[in-house]
């Protein structure tokens, strides 16, 4: 009883900081100033259409200021947030290329720019409306950060003083931070603050949360969230339901990501997005979300592409629509929305062909279009309708309602139509065309249909 009303008091505390309410006026840490001015359009959680750049593949010369030109197609797309990859100076002790290997946290590499070019890549990305996120690397840091020199104690250690790698992971290349130190946990906050503030940056991207304490997340959040006038997005790369109790409004759907493999590449049930849907959302506060992606970095190095992994491009397509509208937050890759074909590597220079598939990119803007358009696609409620080979579902929002169907399969599907979709007409979203329903519906391979 006692960890009930303990657990009710935080969810109640949880919930009411979810209503919108001003930030506290806490002075900001000393040290850092604000650089121009907080971004005003910072989007509410349940609005955000997340876009995620690999800065040294987005163009051929993997710079900030050339990504700049990408901007503008970014907006095309209806994306509001930006998440930039690790932008700091990597590692050379042990290296494999890696990007999260940080020796600098208030460093900019060279091979993006400078000090200088972030700012401008942020200050021309606020002026088109979109805000922009780090990932932020606190679990480890690379084997020559000043910090193992000045600082060993910073780090987990064995029984000889030797520090280690994060336990449990092959990643030699970098050596595991150990939150038990209150310096290592102010030094931490303090460059957290330094982006928001010198840099006027909208938030962070948390690698690998789950490894990382939740009370150092709690003690990082509340004096993320104490600098005056921001409004910031804080995205824990991470599954733990802690994570919400440390102020955290997203993480990641990692459980809708692999039954959508198992949908699309394995042949499993269509019907089980929808029970993972409530699944990742069972016991959650409303207002946190999950971010729902058919790729990442990491999916598209090591698994594939979803253009390969799904099997061409119709089947990448319809795998991005169950991913959108079924309920979180949408997500989109580098190159993904080109239709990148085998494997994405992040540790090596590999530009994405920009020119691959003419007309993929003007089919994911104008899912993104209908998605930012239709308050039932962002906060609507979700009503499944199950069949074996076709994802159906509704969602609604007041008189709002946006009706998907997705073929998951490479074959013509004919499906039975629920008694409440039979028989109806309704407005096709992509063409505004007019879409009777009878009592049946046949879907070509992996088409799918926005009906409102």
Request: proline letters at 5%; hydrophobic letters at 40%.
């Amino acid at each position: 009883m006692r960890f009930s009303l303990v657990f009710l008091g935080v969810l109640t505390l949880f919930l009411a900081a979810c209503q919108e309410k001003p930030l506290c006026c806490e002075p900001a840490p000393t040290g850092w100033q604000q650089y121009g001015s907080p971004f005003a359009d910072v989007p509410n959680t349940e609005n955000i259409v997340l876009y995620e750049m690999n800065l040294w593949n987005q163009t051929p010369e993997g710079t900030l200021e050339a990504a700049e030109a990408h901007l503008d197609s970014l907006v095309a797309m209806h994306v509001n947030t930006l998440w930039l990859m690790p932008i700091f100076p990597q590692g050379e002790v042990n290296s494999v290329g890696s990007p999260y290997c940080v020796k600098d946290y208030q460093g900019v590499s060279s091979r993006y720019g400078s000090l200088q070019s972030i700012r401008d890549f942020v200050e021309l990305a606020h002026s088109k409306g979109i805000a922009v996120i780090l990932d932020w690397i606190a679990n480890h840091t690379a084997w020559d950060h000043p910090w193992v020199a000045a600082h060993p104690d910073w780090y987990t250690q064995d029984a000889n003083g030797t520090i280690l790698h994060p336990p449990g992971t092959n990643w030699q290349d970098v050596a595991d931070l150990n939150f038990a130190s209150d310096s290592l946990r102010a030094a931490m906050i303090s460059a957290l603050t330094y982006w928001v503030l010198e840099v006027n940056v909208d938030g962070f991207r948390f690698d690998a949360a789950d490894m990382v304490p939740d009370d150092f997340w709690a003690q990082a959040v509340d004096s993320l969230t104490a600098i005056p006038d921001r409004k910031l997005i804080l995205l824990a790369e991470g599954a733990k339901t802690s994570h919400y109790a440390s102020g955290f409004h997203l993480t990641y759907g990692w459980t809708f990501y692999s039954r959508l493999k198992d949908v699309f590449v394995n042949g499993a049930s269509a019907g089980l997005l929808a029970s993972s849907h409530n699944q990742e959302y069972a016991g959650w506060p409303a207002c946190t979300q999950r971010v729902r992606f058919a790729t990442n970095h990491d999916e598209s190095a090591w698994d594939a592409t979803p253009f390969t992994l799904f099997g061409g491009r119709s089947a990448a397509t319809a795998a991005h629509v169950c991913a959108t509208f079924m309920g979180g937050i949408p997500m989109v890759y580098t190159g993904q929305e080109v239709g990148e074909t085998g494997t994405s590597s992040f540790f090596q220079k590999d530009p994405v062909s920009w020119n691959l598939h003419p007309g993929m990119k003007q089919s994911f803007q104008d899912l993104f279009g209908v998605y930012a358009a239709s308050e039932a696609a962002q906060t609507g409620s979700l009503k499944s309708f199950s069949h074996a080979d076709v994802v159906c579902f509704k969602r609604s929002a007041g008189a709002e309602h946006l009706l998907v169907f997705a073929n998951t399969r490479n074959q013509t599907v004919t499906m039975n139509l629920a008694t409440e979709l039979k028989n109806s007409t309704w407005t096709d979203a992509l063409t505004g065309a007019t879409t009777s329903l009878g009592t049946t519906l046949t879907l070509a391979p992996y088409e799918y249909l926005l009906l409102k």
